[in-house]
């Protein structure tokens, strides 16, 4: 037999048949659901006179759209209302498992998945979301979809589907001290640019990678989408396993020995051949914040905002113009003398309880800065709020002068309350920095968890390593 | 879903690469549940000069001049010209939904995002890849000559113009199929529901722990 990627596998090990044309159907193994992306496939449903081919596939979660304050008096915009009850309305009638806004499994459909066990390694999973390509750091074939598709895993199990390219990152080495997860996917990204991996499926190796934990992993395989690859995958290996031993619908007992036999084949062979390689040098990897309105531009803490006129392809060249000027920013401004408004620590990027750890290390002792007007830690689900709680991590931000809020989207996207107001300029340790995406006219950089707590406290970008911690 | 075989209309240039789903369709009105009325806020921040929410009287809204939907000369346009990396960003399928319900049937471009791409063939929409130059040459002829319409023929898979133009495309046989005849690819799907069933049946062995 052939040398085989991991996509390979992923892809062989799912696909039902394969049609004529080139196209494949593909076997479904699990579906997140969330109120955004979903009311519409199940009016589909209901309209086609439809039924959910397997009901246990699918898990939802309202998300999008929650409050981070006052859970208890309800969502008070009525659309965000309509959007959320929709869901529950949806779900209770199709028999689909929910957590609910007041469920403390509740959280970002991408944070609560790992932490069931409902992402398991070796399946395919599917979420109408972009960033489905997070659970991929369970050696899982994880890609987002729109509703028609959302509507057709509901009905069939199976999607239609090309298969893509494989694609090769390799980091090797060890990381420098300081420099995390979120770090490495920007310079990826910095490197091979937002289009750089479309068509492609992404396998994120080498020890740099085998290194992080799965949160690490996770903030990796999340950021795929911002190359243009719509699944980024990480090899199961024993940092996986460990992981998902003991979540709730992970296998047990026998099945359990069972599962970790068969999940184990889920990497590389050796010799396998890939379209595209790419190979970064960890120990060059330096903590990272974007300047721009694309995740592609990024810069190292110790850079200065480009100048266009360096850039010689015309399109890039206006796009880091209208970039520069939406960011009111002049270009040749160390990095780290820009003063940030506000602070957002939180997203399906970077909202798990190793983020918050990070955040707390840098925020214990210190107070935000002045000229910092909020700073918001959001955690990923009510389950990691109640960890962190538990370890005292809320009363850190607290004393420190963060807001301590409940899990959702919140400021990733501000489809809820929270959003920037035109021109604030926030440290943000989501995942997209583009034009309104916090809020009309608000301008993201995009950081580390760490990196973002120590913009809080020092009230500009600086290298949070240089912030020793306090006793 | 709506056919499509053939259209000749006006094409309107939209020279900006990278253009994000969010800045097809802003976060705000993807509250509604519904899969229709998002044409009137189709590039919302860029062809209004205020901040649009769900439910405004989009006629009485002030709209932005020098964005180029706005523009006479493009009134009525169905085909879209674009740049690189065309609908980034999120998943959100509310960002064909607004093109289609504004009436854009086909949108060109060099390169588009994956998840985008694949959404637009659910909803009647045509994207084309064509090479960079080509892109080039189509922004510089609308620019040129006002009113300047092309033809795209599914069917023969060209885009010509009356001036002789003649460009041949390339698609996926299945998308084109499906484009073509109008098919619900769930009915496709579910004729092959023996196959998936089988399939569960296998898998149950191989990993009873999904079951
Ligand atoms: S946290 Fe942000 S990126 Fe993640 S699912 Fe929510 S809105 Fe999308």
Redesign the pocket.
């Known amino acids: 037999m052939s040398a085989k990627t991991l996509y390979d596998k992923l892809w062989d090990s799912h696909e039902v048949r394969k049609n004529d044309d080139g196209t494949s159907l593909l076997y479904i193994d699990r579906q997140l659901i ?1 109120e955004v992306t979903s009311p519409q496939a199940f009016e589909g449903l209901r309209l086609a006179n439809r039924k959910p081919w397997k009901v246990s596939a699918n898990l939802a979660t309202p ?2 759209n929650v409050p981070t304050t006052n859970r208890s008096e309800g969502i008070e915009d009525p659309i965000s209302k309509i959007q959320v009850d929709t869901l529950d309305q949806n779900c209770e009638y199709f028999g689909i498992t929910e957590f609910k806004m007041d469920d403390i499994r509740q959280g ?3 944070v609560i998945g790992p932490e069931q066990g409902a992402t398991l390694p070796a399946m395919t999973l599917v979420c109408g ?3 489905t390509s997070t659970h991929g750091a369970f050696g899982t074939l994880a890609f987002g979809v729109g509703t028609s598709e959302v509507e057709h895993v509901l009905a069939t199990q199976c999607l239609i589907q090309k298969k893509s390219k494989n694609m090769l990152v390799r980091v090797d080495g060890q990381l420098k001290p300081g420099v995390t997860a979120k770090d490495v996917i920007l310079t990826i990204i910095g490197k091979i640019g937002t289009a750089g991996g479309t068509g492609y499926a992404i396998e994120f190796a080498g020890e740099a990678i085998q290194s992080l934990s799965m949160e690490g992993r996770m903030t990796i395989s ?1 950021m795929a989408i911002e190359a243009g690859a719509r699944a980024g995958m990480i090899a199961v290996d024993d940092t996986t396993i460990e992981y998902v031993k003991g979540k709730t619908c992970a296998p047990k007992g026998e099945q359990w020995e069972m599962a970790v036999e068969y999940w184990r084949d889920f990497h590389t062979d050796e010799g396998a051949m890939f379209d595209k390689e790419v190979i970064l040098d960890a120990a060059c990897i330096q903590p990272q914040v974007t300047w721009g309105t694309s995740p592609e531009m990024t810069i190292a803490i110790n850079e200065s905002v480009p100048a266009p006129e360096q850039e010689t392809d015309p399109v890039k060249k206006e796009g880091m113009k209208a970039a520069l000027k939406y960011m009111g920013l002049e270009a040749g401004t160390p990095i780290n003398e820009i003063p940030v408004d506000v602070v957002f620590i ?4 970077n ?1 798990r309880i190793e983020d918050m750890r990070a955040a707390a290390a840098i925020a214990r002792g210190r107070k935000v800065a002045g000229n910092v007007q909020q700073a918001l830690v959001v955690p990923g689900s009510g389950l990691i709020k109640q960890q962190a709680e538990k370890e005292g991590l809320d009363k850190i931000f607290i004393e420190a002068g963060f807001e301590w809020r409940e899990p ?3 400021m ?2 501000a ?1 809820n309350a929270d959003r920037l107001e035109p021109q604030q300029r926030c440290a943000s340790t ?3 920095n583009f034009e309104g995406r916090q809020g009309q006219g608000g301008r993201t950089h995009l950081v580390s968890p760490a990196m973002a707590a120590a913009a809080a406290v020092a009230g500009h970008f600086i290298d949070s390593s240089k912030l020793k911690p306090v006793a | 879903m709506e056919k499509f075989t053939c259209l000749t209309a006006i094409a309107v240039p939209l020279d900006r690469a990278n253009v994000d789903t969010d800045a097809i369709i802003p976060k705000q009105f993807l509250k509604s549940i519904k899969r229709s009325g998002f044409g009137p806020n189709l590039f919302d921040e860029w062809r209004y000069l205020d901040h649009g929410e769900p439910g405004m009287d989009n006629s009485t809204r002030a709209v932005n001049p020098d964005f180029v939907l706005n523009q006479a000369r493009y009134a009525g346009a169905q085909i879209l010209l674009a740049r690189d990396n065309f609908g980034c960003g ?1 998943s959100r399928e509310h960002a064909p939904w607004a093109l289609e319900d504004f009436g854009i049937r086909v949108i060109i471009a060099p390169s588009f995002a994956d998840i985008f791409y694949n959404n637009c063939f659910k909803n009647g929409l045509l994207p084309i890849v064509l090479p960079e130059e080509i892109v080039d040459k189509l922004f510089e002829m609308v620019d040129t000559n006002e009113g300047y319409q092309l033809t795209v023929d599914l069917e023969q898979q060209t885009i010509t113009d009356d001036g002789g133009l003649k460009i041949n495309f390339e698609l996926d046989e299945f998308r084109r199929h499906c484009l073509l005849e109008g098919l619900d690819e769930i009915g496709l799907t579910l004729a092959h529901a023996d196959e998936i069933r089988a399939y569960e049946e296998k898998q149950k062995q191989i990993t009873p722990w999904l079951f």
Request: glycine fraction near 8%; charged fraction near 10%; charge should be negative.
């Open positions: 969330h998300d999008h970002i459909v991408h979301d972009s960033h999340n939180g997203s399906c990027t909202s959702g989207c919140s990733c996207l489809m989501s995942n997209r | 999120s």
